[in-house]
């Protein structure tokens, strides 16, 4: 059975619908970006890091991790409210791009890769961004903001996965699970 090496309840439903029996196993690794690291390669080694803490041998692990990415800046999770009304005001009336790395830990082998979405917002006023960042909702999202909750309504368009922005390239996940006979 697979091992979820994330605490995420969006990727433990992404998982559910799917289909993809699971158990999760919470890794706690440190998620400090290196100075100079780039998006892509910070989400990928934290998802790494994530597998190989969470597995014992012979078990097959997933790890994964999101981040968001505006003017070459990457927006973890918010510290607080402010530093998510700082998120939304660079996000709003833009394009941004959501990563997502993941590492399948099977056995001994690790298979590394990552999604790239494209998410535009509308623009938002100051009552607005205050408005959401009050309902709490930003505050445990890369980005500060969940897709499929209250900041749905400022997104008029995404390219790319819709799974992979809420936490989770769930095809990607089951191709590599397939490619590995592993369903």
């Given at each position: 059975?697979?091992?979820?090496?994330?605490?995420?309840?969006?990727?433990?439903?992404?998982?559910?619908?799917?289909?993809?029996?699971?158990?999760?196993?919470?890794?706690?690794?440190?998620?400090?970006?290196?100075?100079?690291e780039?998006?892509?390669?910070?989400?990928?080694?934290?998802?790494?890091?994530?597998?190989?803490?969470?597995?014992?041998?012979?078990?097959?692990?997933?790890?994964?991790?999101?981040?968001?990415?505006?003017?070459?800046?990457?927006?973890?999770?918010?510290?607080?409210?402010?530093?998510?009304?700082?998120?939304?005001?660079?996000?709003?009336?833009?394009?941004?791009?959501?990563?997502?790395?993941?590492?399948?830990?099977?056995?001994?082998?690790?298979?590394?890769?990552?999604?790239?979405?494209?998410?535009?917002?509308?623009?938002?006023?100051?009552?607005?961004?205050?408005?959401?960042v009050?309902?709490?909702?930003?505050?445990?999202?890369?980005?500060?903001?969940?897709?499929?909750?209250?900041?749905?309504?400022?997104?008029?368009?995404?390219?790319?996965?819709?799974?992979?922005?809420?936490?989770?390239?769930?095809?990607?996940?089951?191709?590599?699970?397939?490619?590995?006979?592993?369903v």
């Amino acid at each position: 059975m697979l091992i979820l090496a994330s605490q995420s309840p969006r990727r433990r439903e992404i998982l559910e619908r799917a289909g993809i029996p699971f158990t999760v196993r919470v890794a706690d690794v440190d998620e400090t970006l290196r100075d100079g690291e780039a998006a892509q390669s910070y989400v990928r080694r934290l998802a790494t890091r994530k597998a190989v803490a969470a597995g014992r041998p012979g078990e097959v692990v997933l790890g994964a991790d999101t981040t968001v990415v505006v003017d070459g800046e990457i927006l973890a999770k918010p510290e607080d409210g402010q530093d998510a009304a700082r998120m939304l005001r660079l996000l709003a009336g833009r394009s941004h791009e959501v990563i997502t790395g993941i590492c399948l830990k099977v056995g001994g082998q690790l298979y590394i890769d990552a999604e790239t979405t494209v998410v535009r917002f509308t623009a938002m006023n100051e009552a607005e961004i205050a408005a959401y960042v009050a309902t709490g909702e930003p505050m445990d999202k890369a980005g500060a903001y969940a897709i499929q909750g209250g900041a749905s309504r400022y997104i008029d368009r995404i390219e790319g996965c819709y799974w992979n922005v809420v936490g989770l390239p769930v095809a990607k996940v089951y191709g590599q699970l397939r490619r590995q006979g592993l369903v």
